[in-house]
């Protein structure tokens, strides 16, 4: 009789995790979000009722601190914030938004490679006349350039992601080396440790096409050109000798067994990290607050890391390189898209926002006026030792970044970039090959979506 | 309708009682009726007549009849998940079945304590939704944590990493046996109880081995659950998703966002804005479930119906 029990609780459970999964597996449904109005359901407390609401979705850590700040310095609107996933657990929720014609919020956050996939589905509202012109010289050209698509702006810049070579002091000193300058330093440096029994170098995730798009932006290949005015052309050159160079060169140092290609970002590889396996991490300002969130520079490796400049291609031209980086966009589902902008370029302005984001490393922000004073080019980071990271490494960066071309079918590209790179780690393609058939594949794609592709 | 206007006055009492019966009956099917046809029939047609169109990009959506079909068809990421899943079904489905059934049979042999708690500790993985079970494989594939790892490590040797592309199948394979072996063990347990065990009597008197009961009897007697299964687990690993979903985010290099027609599916509607293709993909892998299943079944006709 027990057993009987037992087995038919079990069973219910079962069943109830049946349904839980089918829910989860096949839930891309605008279940959040109120579509703009009032009485949407807002994660935060909306204290002065009587005005108009704005609803946006946000997803980072101090999303709700940071809307209690706009809330309390604003009469005339309100921000109804809901955090509807971070990343493309957001975008997956906003595109079915889209196409189905309500559900999203006035505003959305975006990170700067999916605001033209965005824009072509005509989905976002060009800030150009409604506010853009207030706070044009808080930003660099580059930080406008990545949320515009061709003369429109479709975003208001929050944060970015200036690159920078994180390292670990002590595998560097351990095997005499200085961080290297120039990508073939970099190989040599890695030969070096690898010959003397040392760890992987860097890696080579296929699961970061961003990263790996920024890469061979460095070296001077434009992927995408896209202008909105002329909808249906596209430039795609994705195998130009310049993309060529990149993967070959990253596909050499994968074959020669210097770099690691485990995907990034997942508790392996974070584990990984802080077991020292990696001599290396190339990427952005926001990566040590990441890193610290997920336990790195604790313990064992605790006050090991610093960070210096990206290696180059060419020292006496060096090109600055960035990786994510989100801004607030204002859909074309909301009621009252002058007030929305409002919100879009309100919310993480403010002093105490910004203050905030930065000095607990959420974010590694636009606004010129943080960038220039002297309280966050001086500040010692910890993570980092101490080191004036921001004055060393990337404000410089930020500053010199000119911002990349997006283009309408990212999605698409990033999925087919992230097959090549694993077949390059997989040893089947050569970097050139690899280009070729990236090539072939998104161009193929583009056709069909539409486009008239310059090759 | 015009017929029933003609009809004499004499027939007309009893029309109307009869309609009032059937309304009735209309009223009790009602609950069921609307939900089915609420949350069941309308989206599947409402799901066929968005893939009767072809959206892109630029030039908006028009209406293609079959082109999405004809175009999935030729699509090599389709074809090639198509292909993945039926090569998966060959080699799960069988290992399945003949694990679930060994376990029940050994099962329903032992009559202990100890066989209880086996068939609840065997049963127990599909308890676990196919989800959590994926991640707590990810983890126990793991280089870093995985109990994998620190066993070969014992004997000096790497690990196999199960979610690199060479091995994913295989780490495939074992997470969706362990989940659902269990689950099918269970069938064949009920329906190895339902055998009457005066056979079992009769055999041994006439000399059976053991052996001789499970091959003779007890297989032959289970073998409508055995097919049951069978047609489940086609079913379900066809239209595999879940788990490669998840691991996706542990491997993405070994896992594309193609790697089966229901994730293929899933990225065409959610990441690419393109519900009509994801539709028309769901449907043509609909279409590749129900030949599978009709060819199977018309290719264990005969061999089923010797039970009866």
């Known amino acids: ?455 | 309708m015009t017929a029933t206007i003609d009809r004499p006055v004499t027939s007309k009492r009893r029309s109307s009682t009869a309609r009032r019966q059937n309304l009735t009956g209309w009223a009790f099917v009602a609950p069921f009726g609307i939900i089915f046809l609420a949350l069941l029939v309308v989206p599947i047609g409402y799901a066929f007549y968005l893939s009767l169109f072809q959206k892109s990009l630029i030039g908006g959506t028009r209406f293609v009849l079959f082109g999405n079909y004809v175009k999935a068809f030729n699509d090599p990421s389709f074809l090639s998940g198509v292909g993945f899943v039926i090569r998966f079904s060959l080699v799960l489905i069988p290992l399945q079945m003949a694990l679930s059934l060994a376990i029940a049979l050994m099962l329903d042999i032992i009559i202990t304590r100890f066989a209880r708690f086996s068939r609840l500790m065997i049963f127990m993985p599909y308890a676990i939704p196919t989800v959590i079970g994926a991640l707590m494989w990810g983890f126990l594939y793991s280089d870093n944590f995985g109990p994998l790892a620190e066993i070969f490590e014992s004997f000096g040797r790497q690990a196999p990493d199960f979610l690199s592309s060479s091995l994913i199948f295989y780490g495939l394979l074992n997470i969706v046996t362990w989940q659902w072996a269990g689950y099918y063990m269970i069938i064949i347990y009920a329906a190895l109880q339902g055998i009457d065990p005066t056979l079992y009597e009769a055999a041994r008197i006439d000399g059976a081995s053991q052996w001789q009961i499970i091959w003779r009897i007890k297989i032959p007697l289970v073998a409508p659950a055995l097919l049951l299964i069978l047609v489940f687990a086609l079913i379900g690993t066809l239209q595999f998703f879940n788990e490669p979903k998840i691991l996706q985010q542990l491997a993405a290099g070994a896992i594309p966002n193609d790697f089966t027609p229901n994730m293929y599916a899933y990225q065409q509607a959610f990441s690419l804005a393109n519900s009509n293709y994801g539709a028309a993909i769901s449907f043509a892998l609909g279409a590749v479930v129900f030949v599978c299943v009709y060819i199977f079944l018309f290719a264990t006709r005969k061999r089923g119906s010797f039970t009866s």
């Open chain 1, 1 to 455: 009789m027990k057993t009987k029990i037992v087995l038919a609780a079990i069973t219910t459970l079962a069943l109830a995790g049946a349904l839980a999964a089918c829910s989860a597996g096949g839930d891309g449904g605008a279940s959040t979000g109120g579509g703009g109005n009032a009485d949407a359901n807002c994660s935060n407390t909306i204290k002065k009722k009587d005005a108009p609401i704005v609803t946006l979705w946000a997803w980072y850590p101090n999303s709700e601190a940071v809307v209690d700040n706009f809330n309390e310095e604003h009469d005339d609107v309100q921000v109804c914030w809901t955090n509807a996933g971070a990343g493309g657990a957001e975008y997956d929720k906003f595109q079915t938004a889209i196409s189905a014609g309500s559900g999203a919020p006035d505003v959305v956050m975006v990170e700067a490679d999916r605001i033209a996939p965005f824009q072509v589905q005509d989905a976002l509202v060009d800030l150009k006349d409604l506010g853009y012109a207030d706070v044009k010289d808080n930003f660099s050209e580059g930080a406008w350039k990545d949320v515009s698509v061709g003369d429109g702006v479709y975003g208001a810049p929050i944060d970015g992601g200036p690159m920078g070579m994180i390292y670990r002091k002590d595998v560097f000193d351990k095997y005499g080396i200085t961080p290297p300058t120039t990508w073939q330093e970099f190989e040599a440096a890695a030969q070096k440790v690898k010959d003397a029994g040392g760890p992987n170098f860097a890696s080579f995730a296929a699961n970061q096409p961003a990263e790996v798009t920024a890469l061979m932006y460095q070296n001077g290949a434009e992927p995408f050109t896209y202008d909105p005015s002329d909808k249906g052309e596209i430039g795609i050159n994705l195998n130009s000798d310049e993309v060529k160079e990149v993967l070959d060169y990253w596909a050499g140092l994968v074959k020669k067994g210097l770099v690691g290609t485990e995907d990034q970002f997942t508790p392996e590889y974070i584990s990984a990290v802080i077991a020292g396996d990696y001599a290396t991490y190339l990427s952005a300002a926001w990566a040590p607050g990441y890193l610290q969130g997920a336990g790195v520079g604790e313990g064992a490796d605790a006050g090991v890391w610093a960070t210096a400049p990206m290696p180059q291609w060419d020292p006496a031209d060096p090109v600055a390189i960035n990786w994510g980086g989100s801004a607030f966009s204002v859909t074309k589902q909301a009621k009252d898209p002058e007030l929305a902008a409002k919100v879009a370029f309100g919310v993480y302005a403010d002093k105490k926002s910004l203050d905030e984001g930065w000095q607990n490393q959420i974010i590694f922000p636009l606004n010129q006026d943080v960038l220039k004073s002297e309280e966050f080019q001086n500040y010692e980071v910890p993570f980092f030792g101490g080191q004036q990271a921001n004055k060393e490494v990337y404000v410089p960066a930020a500053n010199a970044y000119k911002g990349m071309t997006y283009t309408p079918i990212g999605q698409y590209y990033y999925s087919a970039l992230t097959k090549q790179i694993a077949a390059i780690n997989d040893g089947k393609v050569t970097g050139s090959e690899a280009a070729d058939a990236l090539q072939k594949d998104v161009v193929a794609y583009a056709k069909e979506q539409g486009l008239t592709v310059k090759e």
